[in-house]
């Protein structure tokens, strides 16, 4: 089909995500793309753009990897789909003892087998997968003896997922005020990230939870790198000293590893740079690679346990693509990518480069403000402004103009490309991130 014709038809039919349509229509001259391949996304017109983003985070082993493009055509050939209910199937099974093998303190002596994450329930995305933990806290805590424990505490900026539970759990006002009335009660404590840091964030913590330890059922959060809010980084010690809280009321710790999971940080997963262990795990995006869409919640044993026993104790959840055996064998291929091509090795050789380049930009290109990096994840800010600032957005245009699809949020403006860009394609996105940041600095 040309060109022209699909974004007819995309006009008049397709409502885009975080999009403010009519604008959209009348103004957005949308990419449209029909291939991809590695870090670039190629475009109707023959243009090709370095993926600046990953496609929404997802794609951190580049665009249509052959391994796993191998390994889902070899699953479509014998088992596209079957329900998890009274079935199950070697994808599903492997799968889920590999990642109880990753899992953070999978290989300590000094974490209980109550403790380890060994418990592996799936779902169909990162939304899903952080809706499962809140179900299986609060469940857990009305037949385990503490039914008053109902409420949750969240950071402010936190990004969970987009149904209503995940999203009262969020903490963008941008996201959550016009569905207020439908969401349910949580405890806002601020972000690490914000002014008073570290100090203030876990002094308000540690009030909530003492004022209230018989009401909370956990705290969620995403460890060291709160990503949708415009990539709020902090030291990997809030997320220990967060578990030390946790731990001293009893109550649990859901780490929302959706974004992180997976090499994003250098570490396998974020908390494993705090040495961490928490007693739910959300994990998504990079763990079907970019192919299909694919959730895993990881419980703790302690957690299974407590829905053991009668039938009413079991958590009667699920989704129609629970464990879908296309996206667990893409899934154990991811892993199984990760360890032949040291993936986390190639995100530890890079991360300093993308570091080093955002603080040059920052420090060069005059109302650049907050150059962070953390592994594969690079940002600055354009001055103040929040989420719907606009500058961002001349930015974007500015790096399209030069081949790079860079998606701001607000007025920041960030990177996390694949995690096995090569060094040539890393060179090209930074350049172009630069270039393009002095062109709209420029005016
Ligand atoms: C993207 C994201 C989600 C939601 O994942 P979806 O697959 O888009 O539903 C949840 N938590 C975090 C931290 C995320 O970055």
Known sequence: MERAAIVGLDKRHVWHPYTAMAQYIADTDPLVVVRSEGVYLH???????????????????????????????????????????????????????????????????????????????????????????????????????????????TLS????????????????????????????????????????????????????????????AGVILEPVLQGAVGMWMSSPDFVREVREATRAVDTFLI???????????????????AGVVPDLLCLAKALSGGLLPFGATLASERIFSGFLGAKDRALYYGHSYCGNPLG????REVLAVYRDEDVLGQVQRKAPRVKAAFEHMAATIPGLVR??????????????????????????????????????????????????IPDADLDVLLSGVEDSLREVAAG
């Open 43 to 153: 475009d109707a017109d023959g243009r090709r753009y370095l993926d600046a983003n990953g496609s929404w985070w997802v794609s951190t082993l580049g665009h249509r990897h052959p391994r796993l493009v191998r390994a889902l055509t070899d699953q479509l050939g014998c088992l596209a789909h079957a329900s998890l209910a009274g079935v199950t199937h070697g994808p599903a099974a492997q799968l889920a003892a590999e990642l109880a093998a990753l899992a953070p303190g999978a290989d300590r002596a000094d974490v209980t087998a109550e403790q380890k994450l060994s418990r592996v329930f799936y779902s169909d995305n990162g939304s899903t997968a952080v809706e499962v933990a809140i179900k299986m806290a609060a469940q857990y805590w009305a037949q385990n003896g503490r039914p008053g424990r109902t409420r949750f505490i």
């Open 157 to 216: 900026g936190a990004f969970h997922g987009e149904t209503l539970g995940a999203t009262s759990v969020g903490g963008m006002s941008e996201f959550r005020d016009v569905f207020g009335p439908l969401l349910f009660d949580v405890v806002h404590v601020p972000s690490p990230s914000e002014e008073g840091g570290h100090a203030r964030a876990l002094e308000q913590l540690r009030t909530a939870l003492n004022a209230d330890p018989d009401g909370i």
């Open 255 to 273: 780490a929302d590893e959706v974004f992180t999971g997976l090499g994003r940080t250098g570490a396998r997963f974020a908390v494993d740079l």
């Open 328 to 331: 667990a064998a893409v899934a």
């Open 371 to 420: 150059p962070r990096a953390v592994g594969m994840v690079g940002a600055l800010d354009l001055g103040g402004g929040g989420y719907f600032a606009n500058s961002g957005w001349r930015v974007y245009e500015a790096a399209r103009r030069r081949g790079l699809y860079l998606r701001p949020l607000g007025d920041t403006v960030y990177i996390a490309p694949a995690l096995n």
